[in-house]
């Protein structure tokens, strides 16, 4: 019996995923934890503030990239904006107004 295949895939049927493609497919499928977004946000500015401080190109294009990617990271996936824009108005609620 042939594998059912996705209409709307424009691979020819018989290719296999790449193990890219099914890792992106796993992550876009589990649920998220609370406070995902804000961790890898915190982690990705952390990164991003550290890079300057690296001695070595090497190091800071390494930490620049991973500290990039996790803000992304956190920007998107299942619903990352919204609930980013949604945590940020909480906080700003709380902040001294001038």
Known sequence: MLPS????D?????????????L????AHRPDFPGEHAIALGVGVLL????GRSRSVVGRLL???????LIGRAASGS????????TMST?????PRR
Request: no cysteine.
């Open 79 to 86: 619903g990352g904006i919204e609930r980013m824009a949604q």
């Open 24 to 27: 992106k497919e796993a992550d």
């Open 5 to 8: 295949r996705n209409p709307a």
């Open 48 to 51: 991003l503030l550290s890079s």
């Open 10 to 22: 424009p691979r020819p049927a018989g290719a296999q995923k790449s193990w890219l493609q099914m």
């Open 91 to 95: 906080v700003a609620r709380f902040l």
């Open 63 to 69: 930490k620049a990239a991973a500290g990039g990617a």
